[in-house]
């Protein structure tokens, strides 16, 4: 499918006001905070575009070690939110972009960041393309995404009912991303990966960071 700017976003738009309390209690509270202390570890990250920011659950970590950060989302009510929550803090601006179609020139980026997006996105190839296109030759490129993964069977079992609890049926472009597939995804874009891990205690995330490959 070939999204636009112009169409809207439907299945995360209807959970932006409390957001972050329906994702607390699906991915849990202290798991959130593990994946925020653990992007703290970047630091020097210049201008950021971060894509796909939701309600800005770790914009503020990003921002803590940037000059700058454009936080997008492609939902207006997550922008909305994401807005009025940064509305005092000089170095956040928000704005809405589609990752798949992004309004920015080339070599625009320090950093390009995204928590919990390539993985329910349609054509993550494609957001990468364009992460590719927008970064500084010298830049970096930080993702980080739930996966089931490395979970045990019973922390998968009770995700699974939280998150249909809360969000119902996933969007039908959901995939589970894994370091195995990011890695794939990443080379064939043209990125050279730094490091991949996949963190995490009960819940799991993929975290990798990639800078552009000189090849
Ligand atoms: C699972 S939420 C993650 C939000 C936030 N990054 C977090 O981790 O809490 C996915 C977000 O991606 C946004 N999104 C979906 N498709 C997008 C697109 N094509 N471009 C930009 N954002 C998109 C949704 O509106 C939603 O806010």
Not at 120 to 142: F, H, Q, S
Request: hydrophobic residues 35%; proline residues 2%.
């Amino acid at each position: 499918m070939n999204q636009t700017i112009s169409q809207k976003e439907s299945f995360w738009s209807r959970f932006a006001t409390d957001f972050e309390k329906r994702n607390n209690y699906v991915a849990g509270y202290t798991e959130i905070e593990f994946l925020k202390n653990r992007l703290a570890e970047n630091t020097n990250l210049g201008i950021t575009l971060e894509l796909g920011c939701g309600d800005g659950v770790f914009t503020e970590i990003i921002a803590s070690n940037s000059e700058k950060v454009i936080a997008t989302d492609w939902s207006v009510e997550m922008v909305d939110v994401s807005r009025q929550k940064f509305k005092d803090n000089e170095i956040i601006q928000v704005k809405q972009e589609d990752c798949l179609n992004l309004s920015f020139d080339k070599n625009s980026f320090d950093t390009v960041f995204m928590a919990n997006l390539l993985h329910v996105i349609p054509t993550p190839e494609r957001a990468l393309g364009e992460c590719k296109r927008i970064l500084k030759r010298d830049g970096r490129i930080i993702i980080v995404s739930f996966t089931m993964q490395g979970m045990k069977f019973f922390h998968k079992l009770g995700m699974r009912y939280r998150y249909i609890r809360t969000y119902g049926k996933p969007p039908k472009e959901s995939r589970v991303l894994t370091t195995s597939n990011l890695k794939e995804l990443l080379g064939k874009i043209g990125f050279e990966i730094k490091s991949i891990d996949l963190i995490g205690d009960k819940m799991k995330s993929v975290y990798a960071i990639a800078k552009i490959s000189e090849n």
